[in-house]
């Protein structure tokens, strides 16, 4: 089975500046995908960007980027010009593209806080 | 508006109680999930369905049931045998994933949180 690991429980970062979250996963497939997903106090979950495991380019959303290296099967979220509005609960989690409406597994989340 | 509903927001449980949580969906997705969350912890799998009458037991199915009679709804109930129900429990949905499709993310509703009295 597939496990996400997220071994950063708290994170903080200055309004504006930079700061990256970590994500490593355990598979034995090739072809998956990864997304990150943000809980805010609302506990409303939004997805911030996702990855197809075999496009080699990084994807990226506005201020929010990843650095995917499959063979150390580590996908980092970097969050640029951090705003107040980042801070949240910040979920890695992983999807089969082998096993079809497969299960989404999840990793223990990191908790970011912006500070102004 | 396509969505995820989860119903009611909150729930309170007496010990010993079956109760069922709410989740529809109108995004024509296929599978559906069922998540668990407690304080400052992730989500763990209770039970996912790929297709209408199909589902398959997560992580931490003990003391939960599920039925997929249609493929907009997917309530969970929580019986008397789970000895700790007092949680946040959200619902998903994607649609089915494959190598072409682009939007292969979940979508989730707005959670129920339940809480033994």
């Known amino acids: 089975a597939q496990t996400v690991t997220q071994s950063q429980p708290e994170m903080s970062v200055q309004e504006a500046e930079t700061v990256t979250l970590s994500c490593t996963y355990d598979?034995?497939?090739?072809?998956?995908?990864l997304f990150w997903y943000k809980q805010p106090p609302s506990r409303q979950m939004i997805l911030v960007i996702r990855?197809?495991?075999?496009?080699?380019q990084n994807a990226t959303e506005n201020r929010f980027s990843v650095n995917f290296q499959k063979a150390a099967k580590s996908f980092s979220l970097k969050i640029s010009d951090s705003q107040l509005g980042d801070a949240a609960m910040y979920f890695c989690?992983?999807?089969?593209?082998?096993?079809?409406?497969?299960?989404?597994?999840f990793g223990e989340g990191t908790q970011l806080t912006v500070n102004p | 508006d396509g969505g995820i509903t989860q119903s009611p927001k909150y729930l309170f449980r007496k010990e010993g109680q079956n109760v069922t949580l709410s989740c529809e969906q109108n995004?024509?997705?296929?599978?559906m999930y069922w998540y668990r969350q407690d304080p400052g912890q992730g989500l763990r799998l209770i039970y996912y369905?790929?297709?209408?009458?199909?589902?398959q037991k997560g992580d931490i199915a003990e003391g939960y049931s599920v039925s997929r009679e249609k493929k907009e709804s997917f309530p969970l109930t929580v019986t008397s045998a789970q000895k700790n129900p007092t949680a946040f429990y959200l619902c998903?949905?994607?649609?089915?994933?494959?190598?072409?499709?682009?939007?292969?993310?979940?979508?989730f509703g707005q959670g129920t949180r339940l809480t033994v009295v």
């Open positions: 998903a949905s994607s649609i089915y994933g494959d190598r072409v499709s682009m939007n292969t993310e979940a979508f």
């Open positions: 598979t034995s497939e090739s072809d998956y995908y």
């Open positions: 990855q197809e495991a075999y496009k080699q």
């Open positions: 989690a992983y999807k089969s593209a082998e096993t079809s409406g497969s299960r989404l597994t």
């Open positions: 995004l024509n997705h296929d599978a």
């Open positions: 369905s790929q297709i209408v009458n199909d589902f």
